[in-house]
């Protein structure tokens, strides 16, 4: 069975900043060798990609969206991807994913096309 847990969300102001966290866990699942994402979903809207990075990081992708100030990083000896999130803005309001898969690393996902989620962790963003 495998773990996500995400933590950092919270209420800010547009222009401050946030950095999401999410911790892995699980016997059958190896971090270091996951690509690893976040999503966010708005209220009526569909689940969106919002950035992945591969299993050493030399390999990362943004949506268009929060490109330039969005970072996604990830630290693979505490089995933790972050997103920090600077410049909010309120159409960032959003429940956040993590999520992870095994199949290898691509520019961009569909919801669907990942294996693992974790529960959300809400981010508001006041004007």
Known sequence: QVQLVESGGGLVQAGDSLRLSCAASGRTFTFSSATMGWFRQAPGKEREFVAAINWSGGKISYADSVKGRFTISRDNAK???????????????????????????????Y?????????????????
Do not use: I
Not at 97 to 102: G, L, M, N, W
């Open 79 to 109: 089995n933790t991807v972050y997103l920090q999130m600077n410049s909010l803005k309120a159409e960032d309001t959003a429940v956040y994913y993590c999520a992870a898969t095994t199949k290898g690393y691509k520019s961009s996902y």
């Open 111 to 127: 919801w669907y096309e990942l294996d693992y989620w974790g529960q959300g962790t809400q981010v508001t963003v006041s004007s």
